[in-house]
């Protein structure tokens, strides 16, 4: 088989633009043949993956359907949409935008409710005195069902919402809501507030794998090329190379490794080279000073390529 690795990518706004630039700083170019109307695109010099240009919610369906192999669409849409995601496809890696929360709020004038034990209690009292259950206003209905019943909610009627989820309540169209939020800002505008633990799934967008793809050689490699690409980039982004001539006995490696996550590359001469998660660079140069090193010195790497590529390893190990 020589079917291309298909990548389907937002085709407009924001999206777009923070998925080129996520591919870009792997050194991925996405280009569009015809320009920006053009709903199909190509990877600069990888003639073995080809991209579409859909709407998010689009990107989700095709993944389920196998029509896609790569897309970059929200964890929320993933949950919510695909029936058994975990069967279907494979989160590659989080991008680092399109944050929101997948939340339940009340209103703020139900003072007793602070969370979701206390919604299974006024759920079990409603209908006896409003002769109706809770009316809850979503476009979450699967994610609502099961998180609801992980409660112990039960006597509740779905409203589907395709407008404002968050005015059902002010409207008198529903009783509260399970939405989406990024700042929670509207919510407080419309007087509702987050239950304690009513945050339902913490997402953003992810790049996805379609597990029932047709996952042909040609596919396969591309894929392969691509994901090693990002975790070289990611792995240089969240790393740096430490240097210092110091001499260190294994016992000592392994401090600095389970104390600062610093893991020995290499030996220079009397040079140790370590890569070291960024935020632990200071301490552990502070560490190695304590050790008898006279000077340590820290480089940003553009990219870290390993024989042994993680992202692709747990994809192949899924698709067969």
Known sequence: MTRKLIVATPSKGRLQENANAFFARAGLELTQGRGARDYRGAVAGLDGAEVAYLS???????????????????????????????????LIAPLGFGHANVVVAVPQAWIDVRAM??????????????????????????????????????????????G???????AGAADLIVDITTTGATLAANALKVLDDGVILRS????????TAPWSETAR??????????????????TREVRAAVSLNEECLQDAQATFGAV???????????????????????WLIGKGAQRVTSARLDYVFLASNALWGRLAGRIG
């Open 164 to 170: 404002a989820t968050e005015g059902a309540p002010a």
């Open 221 to 238: 490699e591309a894929a392969r090329i691509i994901l090693s690409r990002i975790a070289a980039e990611e792995a240089a982004r969240t």
């Open 264 to 286: 020995l590359r290499d030996r220079n001469g009397g040079t140790a080279i370590f890569a070291c998660p960024t935020n632990r660079v200071a301490a552990l140069a502070d």
């Open 56 to 90: 998010a919610s689009e990107i989700t369906g095709r993944l389920a359907r196998g029509e896609v192999h790569f897309g970059i669409t929200g964890e929320d849409l993933v949950r919510e949409e695909i029936a058994d995601p975990d069967s279907k496809v494979e």
């Open 117 to 162: 034990a206390d919604l299974a209690d006024i759920a079990d009292g409603f209908r006896a005195r409003h002769g109706r259950g809770l009316r809850v206003a979503t476009k979450y209905i699967n994610t609502t069902r099961r998180f609801f019943a992980q409660h112990a909610v039960g006597d509740y009627r779905i409203v589907e919402s395709s």
């Open 204 to 211: 953003q967008a992810n790049l996805v794998a379609s597990l």
